[in-house]
């Protein structure tokens, strides 16, 4: 079964310091991978997405992910937080199914930055 | 594009009546996505329609859920009836056809049913 998993529900970091936000995943064939943050009160916000090439992705917000094929993980990373990051970060893998792909995503991950 | 759009933002209704949740997608996408998110269970994808049709609806939770695209650009989710437990706030998504194609979502409508 194709899944996505987020090990930690909550992440707590200081301002300034770099951030990681865990992500594993399980799928048959290619792994298409996504990142998408919620603020309060709004819909989910696409960030970055890892397709194929340089295992570094850059998105948003100066947010970037690391695709690693042996972990089978996608973490998403930022080197300085700010409050501002303060959200839940949910991953999500893109799944072939019944002939049809849809998203699949993980149960999220609430970032709290501290200043 | 001003995105997806969801109506209404926010809807209060008593229980044992019936709710209408509408969407319309990004122009131009062929996938279309229900999910309903709360504490407890986090956000869980009802059902996906592709090309209009639905493709995928195990994820609805009963007989009281049912969803129709029409045309391309519109979709409900109507719920009847209604109960205090499908309190929650509901997301349409829309995306293109292929795997790498990331989903847009909708600004959601928080449901609560007293």
């Known amino acids: 079964a194709q899944s996505v998993a987020q090990p930690e529900d909550q992440v707590n970091v200081a301002e300034g310091n770099p951030l990681t936000v865990k992500c594993t995943y399980s799928?048959?064939?290619?792994?298409?991978l996504f990142w998408y943050v919620q603020y309060p009160n709004r819909g989910l916000q696409f960030l970055l997405k890892?397709?194929?090439?340089?295992?570094l992705v850059k998105g948003s917000y100066g947010f970037e992910a690391e695709f690693n094929k042996s972990q089978t993980s996608f973490h998403l990373k930022k080197p300085s937080a700010l409050v501002s990051d303060s959200a839940l970060y949910f991953c999500?893998?893109?799944?072939?199914?019944?002939?049809?792909?849809?998203?699949?995503f993980g149960a999220g991950t609430r970032l709290a930055v501290h200043p | 594009d001003a995105g997806v759009i969801q109506s209404p933002r926010h809807e209060v209704t008593e229980m044992g009546q019936e709710v209408t949740l509408r969407c319309k997608p990004i122009?131009?996408?062929?996938?279309l996505f229900w999910y309903r998110q709360t504490m407890m269970r986090g956000l869980e994808l009802l059902i996906y329609?592709?090309?209009?049709?639905?493709?995928?609806d195990s994820g609805m939770p009963e007989d009281r859920f049912s969803a129709k695209m029409p045309n391309a650009s519109f979709s409900t989710l109507k719920i009847q009836p209604s109960e205090p437990r499908d309190s929650a706030v509901y997301f349409c998504?829309?995306?293109?056809?292929?795997?790498?194609?990331?989903?847009?979502f909708g600004q959601g409508t928080r449901l609560t049913v007293v």
């Open positions: 998504a829309s995306s293109g056809d292929t795997m790498n194609t990331e989903a847009f």
């Open positions: 799928v048959s064939g290619n792994p298409y």
């Open positions: 890892y397709i194929t090439g340089d295992n």
């Open positions: 999500a893998v893109s799944a072939f199914s019944g002939g049809y792909n849809k998203l699949i």
């Open positions: 122009s131009g996408h062929n996938s």
């Open positions: 329609f592709n090309n209009n049709v639905p493709i995928d």
